[in-house]
């Protein structure tokens, strides 16, 4: 009977410790929109989040917010945003804090979600510099020549169109690249960028064979020197500037130009709109490593029609040292996980490393401080790919054997790396 009591008691005085709570909120505990998910949001996810951007839903009021919460919320613990990209475990990037939501974070957003989406003061909200990522102290800016309105005739990947644009720099000196970042005109049209360096002017190619040629292609005459570094870098919706350390630069030739290989996506807001990007550059005359961006890789592959995780692997030894400064990873619709890692055993090294590579998300990874790789070092490489009918990304369904192959239905598997020999 006591016990029962004194159970009895404790249950009175639970409930009215709750409503006592309720009554008077510690308002410290108390998440509000404008101290604490605001900064979050702009942080993480409003560069792609925007009016214009190409994520679903502006996340910049509290009102959009407060409507997309619960699905803000499923996206974020279950991993899908913001899309993920390299695993911070395997090495830490430059810039790499914006592109991973910290579990604290996640949880914030739940318990706002759960206490009723407090609003909080809008005068205590702060002043956010919209994410347009522009890259600071440009002094070159190479924009296409002309507007193109894009025709997506393509009947091999409908709504997409690959286009390339090459543009004279107008410098008649050599000069060093130390930074880049495209500028993007027409944000509702433009998907991804590549940036490289080619050798003849002006021409449009559709580079989404079989229709048009190949413009960034090993070998080709639109690009010398595919071997030697002619890739820039690579651009994604949210990424910001690609910075090189310390003394370090791309070498430019007078004569040659820079290409800007551009995937378009329809829109049915931008019908018949056309786009005039760029690529702003910091540049410089002279650097102390000169850094070539090699694409270090694997093309003796095919992943048989069907099969979910066909993984390829391979390795590249070099007679001599050098430094590693950064990586873009690099496959095609059908890439699954890749990893780009030095040394093997105990001396290995991640360079960079994923389960779940996102095409859509593609980005340079700079490293903090560039990686010293001894002669006879092997660098790994290790690309896998699902051919199955079950992935959504598919092209070919039913599957059919895929190799290696620079059009979007083919596949590659590269790690396009930042290397300087001094
Ligand atoms: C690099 C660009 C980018 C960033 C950064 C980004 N998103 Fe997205 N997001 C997208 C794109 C593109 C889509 C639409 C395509 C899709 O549905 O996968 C999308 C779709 C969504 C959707 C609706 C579809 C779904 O998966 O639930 C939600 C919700 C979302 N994002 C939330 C977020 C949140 C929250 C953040 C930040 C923590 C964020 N996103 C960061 C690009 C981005």
């Not at 613990?77 to 974070?105: F, I, T, W």
């Not at 559709?206 to 048009?212: A, F, H, T």
């Amino acid at each position: 009977m006591e016990k029962i009591l004194l159970v009895m008691v404790a249950l009175l005085l639970a409930c009215s410790e709750k409503k006592d709570s309720f009554e008077e909120p510690n308002y410290a505990e108390i998440v509000d929109f404008y101290e604490d998910i605001q900064p979050i949001l702009e942080n993480n996810c409003v560069a792609c989040h925007n009016e214009e951007g190409q994520g679903l839903g502006d996340f910049t009021s509290y009102e959009n917010v407060r409507m997309m919460a619960p699905l803000i919320s499923a996206s974020v613990h279950d991993g899908r945003m913001p899309p993920p990209v390299a695993d911070p475990n395997c090495r830490d990037y430059k810039g790499s804090e914006v592109l991973h939501l910290a579990q604290e974070d996640k949880d914030l957003i739940s318990k706002w979600i759960e206490q009723g989406m407090e609003e909080g003061d809008p005068s205590t909200a702060l002043e956010y510099d919209r994410k347009t990522f522009e890259l600071e102290d440009a002094d070159l800016t190479v924009m296409m020549t002309e507007p193109y309105t894009p025709s997506f005739s393509s009947e091999n990947n409908p709504g997409n169109e690959y286009r390339c644009f090459s543009i004279p720099h107008n410098r008649t000196e050599p000069f060093y690249i130390t930074a880049v970042h495209p500028v993007i005109d027409n944000h509702e049209l433009v998907h991804h960028v590549v940036i490289a360096k080619g050798d003849s002017e002006g021409i449009i190619i559709d580079s989404n064979r079989p229709e048009g040629k190949g413009c960034i292609r090993r070998g080709g005459a639109f690009i010398r020197n595919f071997e030697h570094g002619a890739m820039l870098s690579g651009w994604a919706p949210g990424m910001r500037p690609v910075e090189l350390n310390k003394d370090a630069g791309m070498l430019v030739m007078p004569d040659e130009f820079i290409v800007v290989q551009v995937h378009y996506y329809q829109n049915p807001d931008a019908h018949k709109q056309s786009d005039q990007s760029g690529v702003a550059f910091r540049t410089t005359d002279s650097v102390d490593h000169v850094v070539q961006m090699f694409p270090l890789g694997t093309t003796d592959f095919t992943i048989p029609a069907g099969e979910e995780a066909y993984t390829v692997t391979d390795d590249i030894t070099l007679p001599i040292g050098y430094k590693i400064w950064g990586i873009f990873p690099h496959m095609h619709v059908l890439g699954d996980a890749y990893s780009f890692s030095i040394g093997k055993g105990e001396e290995e090294k991640c360079l960079a490393k994923s389960d779940h590579y996102d095409f859509e998300n593609q980005l340079t990874y700079i490293f903090h401080d560039e990686v010293e790789v001894p002669a006879d070092t092997p660098f790994n490489i290790s690309c896998t790919w699902n051919n199955s009918a079950e992935n959504p990304n598919i092209i070919h369904n039913p599957p059919v054997d895929i190799s290696n192959g620079e059009r979007t239905d083919e596949e590659m598997c590269f790690g396009f790396t930042l290397v300087s020999f001094n």
